[in-house]
């Protein structure tokens, strides 16, 4: 969505994402998070003691792509009010992930839309993460900034 974009309605789906996941973004996502568990850098230890196919991407990292997907579609005045996500299936070197969502319902309260969005992280037809995102977008006059909200009203 951009500031010329129609204002979103229940079913629009958000353009898809593909990220090539590999052992440089799981480790540079991890350390740059302080993760220092050995599942998010060294494969022998996570394949041999943790039981996994390889090393795997942690969960502050897919929560950074997940709300830049958000914000990137919603513009430059999307506000995250709350985001909710289960990791099902590991992402590992190697898989290529897609990045979807899903606009499910659209509330204009005052000058503003607040939109309720279902996400998926996706590899071939396995969903790995799954997730629910409530965005502030600015209303149809496009007047007010969702980032002015504070107090009663803003309502995450």
């Known amino acids: 969505m951009t500031d010329a974009a129609p204002r979103p309605a229940a079913g629009d789906k958000l353009p898809e ?8 973004k799981i480790i540079m996502g991890a350390t740059s998070s302080r993760d220092w568990q050995p599942i998010h850098h060294d494969g022998e230890w996570a394949r041999e003691r943790a039981g996994l196919p390889d090393i795997i991407m942690n969960n502050y990292t897919q929560a ?24 099902r299936s590991p992402l590992c070197p190697g898989d290529e992930a897609l990045l979807c969502g899903e ?3 659209v509330t204009a309260i005052g000058d503003f839309d607040w939109v309720e969005i279902s996400l998926s992280i996706k590899v071939g037809e396995r969903v790995a993460t799954t997730a629910s995102a409530r965005l502030a977008l600015p209303g149809a006059e496009q007047q007010s900034s969702p980032w002015a909200l504070s107090g009663d009203a803003w309502r995450p």
Do not use: C, E, H, N
């Open 17 to 24: 994402l593909a990220i090539s996941i590999t052992r440089k």
């Open 64 to 87: 950074g792509w997940l709300s830049q997907y958000l914000t990137r579609w919603g513009g430059p005045q999307a506000r995250i009010a709350r985001m909710r996500f289960s990791m």
């Open 103 to 105: 606009v499910d319902s």
